[in-house]
């Protein structure tokens, strides 16, 4: 559609002048341009359009579940990590939510189901822990593996946990950003193992120090935190575990931090606590989208 | 060849995505070839899995006089024990909020551990005439970069300034803070203003430890919450700032006797064990009386010294019902 080159700012539609250059397109034009295009692009302007045999479909074929490796946990998030969904796990201080992590991309690493990316902000990665938990587990089923050598063994399903430090929200941006393109640029390449699990340990440590006070910029970053990680998930099929740490609530009690604005975030919520002196955790469930549990609150 | 193969487009992948992390397996090599810094009291080290871990932030918290500032002392003197005894050769930073760095205690420890290394490597110190010119008291007194700083904003002041200074000196292996409580807990109204700021310093602790490989430790006081009608000793700082460190060790009494828990460590199990200062410094527990401390006995007493969101997660129970399962989570 070629209109007349005039000025830059009244001229409507694109329009090569002489040089090549391509003018910008007018707001009121930009409609009636999208209107008139392929369906591929409006699918890049909305998104792909679902009915729900086709979302059955994806949910029973692609859209499956990574067990953490710990009974009672599975039990309660109804199998494991869900695909595509944010699941959080709160509590207080050494409760075990960091196990709980680890014990996850264990579990990832010994069923082979994908490369797990850790993202670790108090340097609580032990390699050495999630050795022991690899050896603890009874991977005797996999019988392509049962040829190799312990060491190699280990060795492979180590290489799978990839690890990085964060230190600041700034830091979390860059790396989700990276992330995504990378696996924007992974999706015309075949071969190599996907990325399955996503695991921040802890996200509310990134950012307690920009949220309250009286600028709501620390607000916005952490709904910003949650839209990318929600689209990751939804867009690659990740899970995405993320932990969050306890404070006071008033007379004593402790209620989960972050917020009030967080708590719509996560599909999944679970709060675990640990008797002091033992090593026996308990988990409850605060929220979850599919299973149904009577809450008092 | 299909296995090759396969291996080769793994490398590849990581080398396209990853580059920028490292994996799990190479993390391991690096973590077993870490040396850790020994705390003079072998039964300690042992709970600690060998000593205060480089990389790591970890807290120490304890009721004033049961030994913190004399750990750190300690702690700043071993890393300076050289690598041919099995010491890290390391300098030292001490960030001193409350004044209690004495001078002549720490020439005292610093003598106890050059004794005791004599002791330990009797015929070494023959081989090499540097070495044994190393291990004079003054040397290590030498080696300790001591910052004493009398309020918040210096606090603030000095951690920011650390990156740049750690840059610049790099065989620093510990940072030490004594204590890192004392400056916020009086003068400051704004508590919603406190918590970012202390979770602010954390995560630069945090990145300080991880970047230039060294040990940081946190010394922190023990102060009295009401709660459920009674007063409890919990560590200062409140709940927000418990998650701020890797590892955590509580120090307290147990009739006479000092004994110390580790009650948060992503790797090791929880446990306690006792510990003794001496002129020398810390050293082991001597077990003059032969009393097995009964299990139960010291879990009660562990009971009124630790976070109240221990004690508390009762009054989670009472809130949140329904979907409760009970996991075991096996340390071993």
């Keep these: 559609m070629a209109a007349a080159g005039g000025g830059g700012g009244g001229g409507g539609g694109a329009t090569t002048s002489g040089c090549g250059l391509k003018r910008r397109y007018a707001p009121h034009d930009q409609e009636e341009e999208t209107m008139n295009q392929d369906q591929s692009s409006k699918e890049d302007w909305?998104?792909?359009?679902?009915?729900?045999?086709?979302?059955?479909?994806?949910?029973?074929?692609?859209?499956?579940?990574?067990?953490?490796?710990?009974?009672?946990?599975?039990?309660?998030?109804?199998?494991?990590l869900r695909q595509g969904q944010l699941t959080e796990v709160t509590g207080p201080s050494s409760s075990g939510k960091t196990q709980v992590c680890l014990h996850s991309a264990s579990h990832a690493a010994v069923k082979h189901m994908g490369v797990v990316m850790y993202l670790d902000t108090s340097n609580s990665f032990s390699p050495s822990r999630i050795a022991t938990i690899i050896d603890g587990t009874n991977d005797l089923s996999d019988q392509r593996r049962f040829d190799l050598p312990h060491k190699e063994r280990l060795k492979t399903m180590m290489r799978s946990i990839v690890c990085k430090s964060v230190f600041d929200i700034f830091g979390m941006f860059e790396v989700l950003h990276q992330l995504e393109v990378s696996l924007l640029n992974d999706k015309v390449k075949s071969g190599g193992r996907k990325i399955?699990?996503?695991?921040?340990?802890?996200?509310?440590?990134?950012?307690?120090?920009?949220?309250?006070?009286?600028?709501?910029?620390?607000?916005?970053?952490?709904?910003?935190?949650?839209?990318?990680?929600?689209?990751?998930?939804?867009?690659?099929?990740?899970?995405?575990?993320?932990?969050?740490?306890?404070?006071?609530?008033?007379?004593?009690?402790?209620?989960?931090?972050?917020?009030?604005?967080?708590?719509?975030?996560?599909?999944?919520?679970?709060?675990?606590?640990?008797?002091?002196?033992?090593?026996?955790?308990?988990?409850?469930?605060?929220?979850?989208?599919?299973?149904?549990?009577?809450?008092?609150? | 060849m299909g296995e090759q193969s396969g291996k080769f487009l793994l490398c590849s992948h990581y080398i396209l995505i990853f580059a920028w992390a490292q994996n799990a397996w190479d993390m391991l090599s690096d973590e077993q070839s870490q040396k850790h810094i020994t705390t003079g009291s072998g039964d300690l080290n042992d709970i600690l899995g060998g000593g205060i871990h480089c990389k790591e932030v970890t807290e120490i918290g304890g009721v004033p006089g049961v030994g913190k500032t004399q750990l750190g002392i300690q702690l700043a003197i071993n890393v300076q024990i050289p690598v041919e005894y099995g010491g890290l050769g390391g300098k030292a930073v001490y960030i001193d909020t409350e004044g209690s760095f004495m001078v002549e205690r720490v020439y005292q420890i610093a003598e106890g551990c050059i004794r005791d290394i004599l002791e330990h490597f009797p015929h070494s110190h023959e081989k090499s005439s540097s070495g044994q010119k190393q291990l004079q008291p003054e040397h290590f007194l030498a080696d300790i970069y001591y910052f004493r700083i009398c309020s918040y904003t210096e606090q603030i002041a000095v951690i920011n300034y650390l990156e740049k200074f750690l840059g610049e000196h790099k065989d620093v292996r510990i940072v030490v803070?004594?204590?890192?409580?004392?400056?916020?807990?009086?003068?400051?109204?704004?508590?919603?203003?406190?918590?970012?700021?202390?979770?602010?310093?954390?995560?630069?602790?945090?990145?300080?430890?991880?970047?230039?490989?060294?040990?940081?430790?946190?010394?922190?006081?023990?102060?009295?919450?009401?709660?459920?009608?009674?007063?409890?000793?919990?560590?200062?700082?409140?709940?927000?700032?418990?998650?701020?460190?890797?590892?955590?060790?509580?120090?307290?009494?147990?009739?006479?006797?000092?004994?110390?828990?580790?009650?948060?460590s992503p790797s090791l199990p929880v446990a306690s064990a006792p510990y003794a200062v001496t002129g020398k410094g810390i050293r082991d527990a001597l077990h003059t009386n032969l009393r097995e401390v009964d299990a139960t006995e010291q879990a009660t007493t562990v009971f009124l010294y630790l976070n109240v969101w221990h004690i508390l997660h009762s009054q989670i129970e009472k809130q949140l019902q329904g979907g409760q399962l009970p996991i075991g989570m096996d340390n071993s």
Aim: proline fraction near 3%.
């Design chain 1, 46 to 80: 909305c998104g792909r359009l679902w009915n729900g045999m086709d979302l059955l479909k994806d949910v029973t074929e692609n859209k499956h579940v990574l067990p953490t490796g710990l009974e009672g946990i599975d039990t309660l998030l109804g199998g494991g």
């Design chain 1, 196 to 297: 399955c699990l996503l695991i921040v340990d802890s996200i509310s440590s990134l950012l307690a120090p920009i949220i309250g006070g009286k600028y709501p910029q620390g607000r916005s970053m952490m709904i910003s935190v949650a839209m990318i990680l929600k689209k990751l998930a939804y867009k690659h099929n990740l899970s995405i575990l993320v932990t969050n740490h306890m404070v006071s609530a008033g007379n004593g009690a402790v209620k989960p931090a972050l917020g009030e604005s967080w708590k719509a975030v996560p599909h999944v919520r679970l709060v675990i606590s640990r008797e002091h002196g033992s090593n026996i955790c308990t988990a409850t469930v605060l929220k979850h989208t599919l299973l149904v549990f009577p809450l008092a609150i």
């Design chain 2, 177 to 264: 803070i004594d204590s890192v409580t004392f400056h916020f807990r009086q003068d400051f109204e704004d508590l919603a203003l406190r918590t970012r700021v202390l979770s602010g310093l954390s995560l630069k602790l945090m990145k300080i430890a991880k970047t230039y490989n060294l040990a940081v430790v946190l010394l922190n006081q023990v102060t009295t919450k009401f709660t459920e009608g009674s007063f409890q000793l919990t560590l200062a700082l409140g709940d927000s700032w418990s998650h701020s460190c890797t590892n955590r060790l509580i120090l307290y009494w147990n009739g006479n006797e000092r004994y110390a828990h580790l009650d948060k």
